[in-house]
Every structure is written in C-alpha cells, then in structure tokens.
Nanobody, 118 residues
Framework: QVQLVESGGGLVQPGGSLGLSCAAS????????MEWHRQAPGKQRDLVAS???????NYADSVKGRFTISRDNAKNTLYLQMNSLKPEDTAVYFC????????????WGQGTQVTVSS
C-alpha cells in the first residue's frame, strides 16, 4: 500500500513562488513515474508535470519555464517548484504515482490548495 501526502500549498501573490512536496510511503516510489496534476473549480484535472523513475521530465505548455518537477528517491519525496505564478495557476494540486505494477493500480494524494491572488 502506498500513501501520498502533499504539502506546501497556500496563498501567494502573482509573480511569486511556491514549492510543493509529496511524501510517499512504501518501496515502489523509486521505481515509479510520478506526476503533478491540478484541478481548478469547475474544470477537469490536468497534468502539469511528470518525471520518470530515471529523472526525465515533461511539462504542460502552460507551465514550461516556470515550474520545475524533481524527486529525491532517498527521501521518497516528489517536488514541484513553482515560480512566476499567475492567477490561472490557482487550483488544487495532486501528486500521482504511476504504479509500474499495472494490475495494482495507481495512487493519488489528497491534494493541496494553491491560490494566486493579490
């Protein structure tokens, strides 16, 4: 069983920065691709950034150059550094573990609120 716990959300002014963390329990974190998703009110949940077990990254066009996803396998922790934040970045942010053992299914965190407002 895997538990994912996000932290680091909050209120920030436009142009500001915020860092999110996702702490994972269990032993499969190191061999799993990880993702950050976000969901704004009334909208679908969208992929923001992803990182493979080997560290290769991909970003949604809307956050390229502003957000950085990273991981520390020794700490079983996923990170998302968000810079130059915009009001449209306001959403609940979720971390997602893509289980390499497909039949066991993926895991989601409970989400953390990020609000960008002056």
């Amino acid at each position: 069983q895997v538990q994912l716990v996000e932290s680091g959300g909050g209120l920030v002014q436009p142009g500001g920065s915020l860092g999110l963390s996702c702490a994972a329990s269990g032993s499969i974190f190191k061999i799993s691709a990880m993702e950050w998703h976000r969901q704004a009110p009334g909208k679908q949940r969208d992929l923001v950034a992803s990182i493979t077990a080997g560290g290769s990254t991909n970003y949604a066009d809307s956050v390229k150059g502003r957000f950085t996803i990273s991981r520390d396998n020794a700490k079983n922790t996923l990170y998302l550094q968000m810079n130059s934040l915009k009001p449209e970045d306001t959403a609940v942010y979720f971390c997602h573990l893509r289980n390499p053992i497909k039949v066991l299914g993926d895991y989601w965190g409970q989400g953390t609120q990020v609000t960008v407002s002056s």
